[in-house]
């Protein structure tokens, strides 16, 4: 498992996820980062639009 994301990074997962045109796997490779910290960043990105923080 990878360490946490650096947040410019973060926050460019979550503006491509919700884009709809990129899966995962692409994200990780366009940031240079494994695919499970996107999955992570994306788990917890939506914890807190739930108000989960």
Do not use: N, Y
């Amino acid at each position: 498992m990878s360490g946490p994301m650096e947040a410019q990074k973060a926050l460019a997962a979550i503006i491509l996820w919700a884009s709809g045109h990129f899966d995962t796997f692409d994200i990780g490779t366009v940031l240079d980062v494994p695919k499970d910290a996107v999955c992570r960043t994306l788990h917890a990105a939506r914890g807190v639009g739930r108000g989960r923080a």
